[in-house]
């Protein structure tokens, strides 16, 4: 069983900064791609920014530039730093990741969401 659990979410005003992290535990053989995404009210899920197993990474437009996605492989965890936040930049934000188990099959897998609330 994989478990994601995020943390770092909050309420910070419009120009600050947040670092959201995710940490993956169970039976895992690698982590091919860790991502995040995020679903503000009313809106649709987006896809905010992936990174893979050899550290190439994509960015949602509306972030690039401000945001950053990090991993510690040794760790089987990755991070989000945001900088200046902007109050559209509210929403939860969730990881996700493609992960291999033992079998060499790979499923995806969820965290439980985390608030990130940006005020003007």
């Known amino acids: 069983q994989v478990q994601l659990v995020e943390s770092g979410g909050g309420l910070v005003q419009a120009g600050g900064s947040l670092r959201l992290s995710c940490a993956a535990s169970?039976?895992?053989?690698?982590?091919?791609?860790m991502r995040w995404y995020r679903q503000a009210p009313g809106k649709q899920q987006e896809l905010v920014c992936a990174?893979?197993?050899?550290?190439?990474?994509n960015y949602a437009d509306s972030v690039k530039g401000r945001f950053t996605i990090s991993r510690d492989n040794a760790k089987n965890a990755w991070y989000l730093q945001m900088n200046s936040l902007k109050p559209e930049d509210t929403a939860v934000y969730y990881c996700?990741?493609?992960?291999?188990?033992?079998?060499?099959?790979?499923?995806?897998?969820w965290g439980q969401g985390t608030q990130v609330t940006v005020s003007s």
């Open positions: 990174i893979t197993n050899d550290g190439s990474t």
């Open positions: 996700n990741a493609d992960i291999t188990n033992r079998n060499s099959r790979d499923f995806r897998y």
């Open positions: 169970g039976t895992i053989f690698s982590i091919r791609v």
